[in-house]
């Protein structure tokens, strides 16, 4: 399977009460315009490679709802719900259930009412599944996400998302088959043997958030030092605006579910 190919992307609009939204610290409320116009500049950016993307309306409910990834994993062969570590936003995955299940023959669930995981803490590349554990994501939630892939033929390996740091992949992307861009302080754990690994420049480690969708890499903006490294290295890179989304601790992934359904 190629990891970065998808046919498809589901998205869901920044509600009202995103000013309300979880941040480890607070650097002010996002401006809901500058927001919106944001995520216009990623949903476009995403069909310009040709997928097509459901965008959903907003989830006034719910003040996250706009960073779907967290509300479940989507592999070629099926997509399983999360059951998210952050009670404010455990609601979100029943909410993105029924969309996976129109395009998805194979929905499966995380149901242990101990177990939590957060898709945020998972990097799926073309040999295996990552998953950090975290402050969001538990050694129950990674056990049972284990056996559903299992029976997919996927290998899932057990991580840890650096202390402090809120998901796996805010400090990492896959960049292409073999390539993870990555902060110091987490490749130095040591978990991306094997693969060709591009640091983040120092200072700049707030830009390891980025995804490779088809032919482009949507990369936030402001963060020229690691975006010179990418377009030497020979990605097609898209920087898109995130300065909103970042006082929420978002980023690039995690604002769609990227997916090829079965
Ligand atoms: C949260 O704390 O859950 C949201 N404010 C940010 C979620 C970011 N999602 C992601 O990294 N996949």
Known sequence: MRAYRFTHAITCQPPQTAVNGLRAVDTG?????????????????????GATVVELPALEAFPDSLFVEDTALCLPQGAVVMRPGAPSRLGEAAEM??????LYSDVRQIEGVENFIEAGDILTTETEILV??????????VAELARIVADWG??????FTPP?????????????GETILATERLDAS????????IHTAPGEEASANAIRFNDLVLFPAGFPR????????????????NSECAKLDG???CLSLRFTPS
């Open 164 to 176: 402090g740091v809120l998901h796996f992949k805010t400090d990492c992307s896959l960049l292409d």
């Open 251 to 253: 980023g690039m992934s």
């Open 132 to 141: 950090g554990r975290s402050a969001r994501t538990n050694a129950g939630g």
């Open 29 to 49: 409320a996002p401006d809901l315009a500058v927001m919106r116009a944001h995520h216009a500049d990623y949903v476009a950016a995403l069909k310009s490679t």
């Open 97 to 102: 259930a029924p969309h996976l299940r129109a």
């Open 154 to 159: 996927h290998n899932l390996r057990e991580v």
């Open 190 to 197: 040591g978990c991306f043997k094997g693969y060709r690994v």
């Open 226 to 241: 690691t975006r010179d490294k990418l377009i030497a290295a020979g990605f097609d890179l898209r920087e898109i605006g």
